[in-house]
């Protein structure tokens, strides 16, 4: 079925320190992916995306990593600051659906 | 301004009352969805509306209605909720087509509290 999690519901970590963000997919249709940031108050803002066709893919500060053979998906935040806290998603297109499928989102906690 | 736009941002209704959640969109997108964000859980899709025409309605009850009068506006009506239906209501615009649904855009969301 459809379904996309997050091993861990919190992360904490110091403030310049390295985050990882873990996300598993269940769905091998899945041909595209994107990671959202949620602030306390606000909707949903895109990050950063990859498709399926590749494994990795470089943002600012971010880097997203694909690992189809074990459906995982993670989200790297480099030097990682106090505006990073937020509550971050990862979410997957069904190929040829026209909708993104959420998975339950990490609270990213920065402690300084 | 931002690019998507959601009124009101706050609301507290009664289980009788009826009321609407309005959505403006105004970057030229061609898809526009309501999302229904509850605590601790994951965003769930309500409806999806693509040109105009609902091409999704996902299980979600009677008592919501969505009405897309033209691509720039969503609206969703309410009417007889249950308190379980409080959330966090969110809007959404794509530009639908090609192989990927392409990058949301998320309005900041109606936060809805049924009495």
């Known amino acids: 079925g459809e379904s996309v999690g997050l091993h861990l519901p919190t992360l904490s970590v110091q403030e310049g320190d390295n985050s990882i963000i873990n996300c598993a997919y269940s769905n091998s249709a899945s041909d595209y992916f994107i990671w959202y940031k949620q602030e306390s108050g606000k909707g949903p803002q895109f990050i950063i995306d990859i498709r399926s066709n590749m494994d990795k893919r470089q943002g600012q500060r971010v880097t997203v990593l694909l690992n189809k053979t074990v459906k995982h998906l993670s989200l790297q935040i480099a030097a990682t600051q106090p505006g990073d806290s937020a509550v971050y998603f990862c979410a997957e297109n069904i190929a040829g659906a026209q909708k993104l499928v959420f998975g339950q989102g990490t609270r990213l906690t920065i402690n300084p | 301004e931002t690019g998507v736009t959601q009124t009101p941002r706050h609301l507290v209704m009664g289980m009788t009352n009826k009321k609407s959640l309005k959505c403006e969109q105004h970057l030229g997108h061609n898809a526009m969805y309501w999302y229904k964000q509850s605590a601790k859980k994951p965003l769930e899709l309500m409806f999806v509306?693509?040109?105009?025409?609902?091409?999704e309605n996902n299980s979600v009850p009677s008592r919501f209605s969505p009405e897309c009068p033209n691509s720039s506006h969503l609206f969703l009506h309410l009417h007889t909720l249950q308190p379980e239906d409080s959330a966090l209501y969110l809007c959404a615009s794509s530009q639908a087509g090609g192989p990927y649904t392409g990058e949301l855009f998320f309005g900041e969301g109606s936060r809805l509290t049924v009495l």
């Open positions: 509306y693509s040109l105009e025409e609902r091409v």
